[in-house]
């Protein structure tokens, strides 16, 4: 199985500091949508690994958060892409609770996403804008990839997980990934 795991917020769509909580504000990036669906013609499996703890701040329930999902979903299908599964954390870090193991940069998604496919992980690329999108991807051995959208423009090359790879955006990255798609685990390795 070719699996690629992507982050949503910052990197598949506009990212907001006081949150993504409708459908409405749920907008993608530009060539975000077209570089899932050239991956996804590439035979490459998609799932997404999010942080939503607007969940447990309140700022929006499990309707709008599958709308926003749904409206993705839709959005793909029309320019021929799928994502096949959304892995989220729901929980608040300010809840004052002990912390969650799912939370990124926690690997707890991504542990979920390996025992669900069955896959090992160093041969799945993950791509995210956060430092904490790359940290818990590569505690389970993911190739990390880092977009220059959403909340990345300020982050220094020097401070991630030694053999990030860097692209401009998701549909950087597609290009990337198709070009090197039988060497891009002995480049980062």
């Excluded at 193991?101 to 991504?110: A, S, T």
């Excluded at 996403?113 to 790359?134: E, F, K, Q």
């Excluded at 300020?154 to 290009?175: K, S, Y």
């Amino acid at each position: 199985m070719k699996l690629i795991i992507l982050d949503r917020d910052g990197t598949i769509n506009h990212d907001r500091d006081d949150y993504v909580k409708s459908v409405d504000e749920w907008i993608p990036l530009d060539g975000a949508l077209e570089a899932i669906a050239k991956l996804s013609q590439a035979g490459y499996t998609m799932v997404v690994a999010t942080n939503q703890s607007g969940l447990g701040r309140g700022l929006y329930d499990m309707a709008a958060l599958n709308a926003m999902h749904d409206k993705m979903h839709r959005l793909l299908r029309k320019v021929g892409g799928r994502v096949d599964a959304i892995f989220f954390c729901p929980h608040n870090p300010a809840s004052g609770d002990a912390p969650c193991h799912c939370r990124k940069p926690r690997p707890g998604l991504f542990e979920k996403i390996r025992d669900r496919y069955g896959v090992d992980m160093t041969t799945v690329a993950s791509v995210g804008d956060t430092l904490r999108d790359l940290q818990a991807s590569v505690a389970v051995g993911c190739a990390p990839h880092l977009v220059r959208t959403g909340k990345s423009q300020h982050q220094t090359p020097e401070h991630l997980p030694e053999g990030t790879r860097i692209h401009a955006d998701l549909m950087a990255f597609a290009d990337w990934m198709i070009a090197h798609s039988t060497t891009h685990l002995a480049i980062h390795v």
